[in-house]
């Protein structure tokens, strides 16, 4: 069946850079997703890549995809204390309905 | 147009009871998806509408459980008989016709159901 696993945690120093991982387990995902959820919020599309790209960068975030080891990573520039909060990792099966990993909550200490 | 709008935010209720959920999608958003998250955990798919038909509906998704669309706007969540292990964030998002592969599908801030 479908999994994405993400670890759970990760603190960084502000100004630093923020590595989130994450592994997933369909082969036939065709979008693979980062989501971003404030305490008391719903979740917001940070951004997304198509399984046939190996990076997309957008400002700070840079998403990186090895298809064949099925790992995706969101790495945050100079991560500020806004940057807080829970990121989710998602894939885009077959249904094209996305399935979601645990989260990393990321806490931005000064 | 405010987003995506979930009511009630917060709902108690004792185990046994029935209780419904709403969720008011963005205008014009063909697609309503019903998700459920627990703590610690990531949102889980219960089901999704196009319009006013149920497309979709996860294993998750049990007979105590329907979801409604009618008119093909606002949606509903109904829960009877409700448990403990029901005790979770039901989120709501909505998304034009392209789905999630093409567009950004919008999240509401959900409605936090707590079983007693």
């Known amino acids: 069946g479908e999994d994405v696993e993400q670890s759970l945690f990760l603190s960084v120093r502000e100004g630093d850079s923020s590595v989130i991982n994450c592994t997933y387990t369909?082969?036939?995902?065709?979008?693979l997703y980062w989501y971003k959820q404030e305490p008391g919020a719903g979740l917001q599309l940070l951004t997304y890549?198509?399984?046939?790209?190996d990076m997309k960068q957008d400002q700070r975030l840079t998403v990186l995809l090895n298809k064949k080891d099925k790992h995706l990573s969101l790495r945050i520039a100079d991560t500020q204390t806004g940057d807080s909060a829970i990121y989710f990792c998602a894939e885009g099966g077959g249904s094209y309905i996305p399935t979601f990993g645990r989260g990393t909550s990321l806490i931005v200490h000064p | 147009d405010t987003g995506v709008s979930q009511n009630p935010r917060h709902k108690i209720t004792k185990r046994g009871q029935n209780v419904t959920f709403r969720c008011d999608p963005i205008?014009?958003?063909?697609?309503l998806y019903w998700y459920r998250q627990t703590l610690g955990q990531g949102p889980e798919f219960l089901t999704y509408?196009?319009?006013?038909?149920?497309?979709?509906k996860s294993r998750l998704l049990s007979d105590r459980f329907s979801a409604e669309r009618p008119k093909g706007s606002f949606s509903t969540l109904e829960i009877q008989r409700t448990e403990q292990g029901d005790s979770a964030m039901y989120l709501c998002a909505s998304s034009p016709v392209g789905g999630w592969e093409d567009t950004e599908a919008f999240f509401g801030q959900g409605t936090r159901l707590t079983v007693v």
């Open positions: 890549i198509f399984s046939n790209m």
């Open positions: 369909d082969s036939s995902s065709t979008y």
């Open positions: 509408f196009q319009n006013e038909a149920q497309l979709e």
């Open positions: 205008s014009e958003h063909n697609r």
